[in-house]
């Protein structure tokens, strides 16, 4: 069974209630495919709190990742949600984004030393998931996709982030999109890739269609699309 592991960029966890639909599209494939979730939070805290944690961090650029229990509901165990915080004391910018992507390096080997080495990674969006896909793959050469679920704007990403963004597409085996829009968002900024658009899926048993419509009825109508001002959704 081949192994794949999801890097979301937003997860529901016992702290947070967001990202639902990442676990339920991840809970889908779970009869093919052998799944894990890796989802690292970093906390800046005061310097001052551990002043060793803090000159600990800034020579060694380590950190130690605290595995939260997040018992036995089921959201979380289908399929299984490794969540792991650790504390970042540095105020350097840079340093601490190095260090969140080790984290991710320190755990993914933890899995391979394991037996339990990916035969892909997907990112749910590019920021932060396929940033730390890419780093995987520099690091244990193994392929990664992106989703890209969010609005794209190269301008929303810190200068520090910006490169990192446009070179983790380009890399990618793969970039998927939910829709043609967020496609056009991507290659308006002449990033070098061939989207493939995959829509998210409404249950169409969870609505009643009429067969017919009388004229002197309020028509009613259900449309899905992003909150997005260029869809023109009042319209």
Aim: glycine share 2%; with cysteine; net charge positive.
């Amino acid at each position: 069974m081949k192994k794949i592991l999801i890097i979301p960029s937003w997860y529901p966890t016992p702290d947070t209630k967001v990202g639902f639909f990442f676990q339920e599209q991840a809970e889908v494939l779970q009869d093919q495919y052998d799944i894990r979730v890796l989802f690292i939070v970093p906390q800046q805290l005061s310097r001052k709190k551990n002043i060793f944690k803090f000159f600990y961090q800034k020579v060694f650029k380590s950190i130690e990742c605290l595995k939260i229990d997040v018992g036995d509901d089921y959201a979380y165990n289908n399929p299984p949600l490794y969540y792991y915080k650790y504390d970042c004391y540095l105020k350097n910018e840079k340093k601490r984004y190095g260090i969140f992507l080790k984290a991710h390096s320190d755990i993914l080997q933890v899995f391979i030393d394991d037996n339990w080495k990916p035969d892909i990674i997907h990112a749910q969006s590019v920021r932060h998931g396929g940033i730390i896909a890419n780093f995987l793959n520099e690091n244990f050469n193994i392929p990664y996709l992106i989703t890209e679920h969010h609005f794209f704007s190269l301008h929303a990403f810190k200068p520090l982030l910006l490169d990192l963004a446009r070179k983790a597409l380009e890399k990618a085996s793969k970039i998927l999109t939910v829709s043609y829009d967020k496609s056009r968002q991507i290659l308006s900024y002449g990033i070098k890739v061939k989207p493939v658009v995959v829509w998210n899926l409404v249950d169409e048993e969870k609505f009643k269609v009429q067969s017919t419509y009388e004229s002197n009825k309020k028509l009613q109508r259900f449309s899905s699309s992003a909150a997005s001002g260029c869809k023109d959704n009042l319209t």
